[in-house]
């Protein structure tokens, strides 16, 4: 197992739940460890996360 630092960009319109929105799309790349909003523009935040891989 390793780790990989991550960016995504999760749209704020479509959910409610924003928590679980971003881990679940942090779930695609691995199991998300942490993870912050670093920035938030045109309706859209950006999430940087460490995640473990296999």
């Known amino acids: 197992m390793t780790t990989h630092f991550i ?3 999760v749209d704020l319109q479509a959910t409610q ?3 679980e ?3 679940a ?5 691995g199991e998300p460890l942490r ?3 670093t920035a ?5 935040a950006q ?3 460490v ?3 296999d």
């Open 35 to 37: 993870w912050a909003v």
């Open 21 to 23: 929105a971003i881990e």
């Open 7 to 9: 960016t995504a960009e």
């Open 47 to 49: 999430v940087e996360a």
């Open 40 to 44: 938030v523009k045109d309706e859209k």
């Open 25 to 29: 799309q942090l779930k695609e790349q």
């Open 51 to 53: 995640v473990l891989a």
């Open 17 to 19: 739940a924003l928590p």
